[in-house]
């Protein structure tokens, strides 16, 4: 397989469930983020990695647990989650070394983990 | 801290219409600005890009010029298809990896 992929394409979870959300990418990209799409809002960053070290953590509650075991894989682990955490989970990567300075960084994304709390 | 605003939708236009989606942005220093595009039930796709001022970004019909001046990265495609239809995102990156995306704006055109 190409590109990024994420798995589980839907997933319905109760609020006392814990699940997880996988990521994997054979571009031999160095960076992978997950980003939060909900309606009507712009995505939200939720966290990146670069060579596996998280660098950035956007505010996020602590019951969305990321794990980065491998540059080609991330995982978002859920527990305890709200309705309000409902969403689509954007994972994405990128070649990091390419930005830098100058930001020109382009994202390659996955499918989207579309996730129902009940 | 660095945004990007982006005119709301939807955008409902006729086969063969003019298309413009307005992208604002506010950022310290120089960044690269993006358009990237959602269709239905798949993740972001990058359309376009611009690293510098004046640059002007374009690929499949789309086409966007980064204004300095105005701090905009407007979308126009002189004739849209349906299968234009989807959410367009403006994005900028200003430093090392961190993307910043507007809200979206969805286009729909119909035949």
């Known amino acids: 397989e190409t590109g990024v992929t994420q798995t589980p394409r839907h997933l319905v979870m109760g609020m006392t469930n814990k699940k997880s959300l996988k990521c994997e990418q054979h571009?031999?990209?160095?960076?992978m983020y997950w980003y939060k799409q909900s309606a009507k809002k712009p995505l939200e960053l939720m966290f990146v990695?670069?060579?596996?070290?998280?660098?950035e953590n956007n505010s996020v509650p602590s019951r969305f647990s990321p794990e980065c075991p491998n540059s080609s894989h991330l995982f978002l682990h859920l527990h305890t989650l709200q309705p309000e955490d409902s969403a689509l989970y954007l994972c994405?990567?990128?070649?990091?070394?390419?930005?830098?300075?100058?930001?020109?960084?382009?994202?390659?994304f996955g499918a989207g983990s579309r996730l129902t709390v009940l | 801290g660095d945004s990007v605003t982006q005119m709301e939708g939807p955008v409902t236009l006729s086969e063969e219409a003019f298309l413009t989606i307005n992208c604002t942005y506010t950022?310290?220093?120089?960044?690269?600005l993006f358009w990237y595009v959602q269709y239905p039930g798949e993740g972001l796709q990058l359309l376009l890009k611009?690293?510098?001022?004046?640059d002007k970004g374009s690929n499949k019909g789309f086409e966007a010029t980064y204004r300095k001046e105005t701090t905009s990265f407007h979308l126009e495609k002189g004739s849209v298809q349906v299968s234009d239809s989807a959410v367009y995102f403006c994005a900028l990156s200003a430093r090392g990896n961190k993307l910043v995306f507007g809200a979206g704006t969805i286009l729909r055109v119909k035949s």
């Open positions: 611009a690293t510098k001022a004046d």
């Open positions: 990695y670069n060579f596996k070290e998280q660098t």
């Open positions: 571009l031999g990209h160095n960076a």
């Open positions: 950022a310290t220093g120089y960044p690269s």
């Open positions: 994405a990567s990128s070649d990091g070394t390419s930005g830098g300075l100058s930001g020109a960084n382009v994202l390659t």
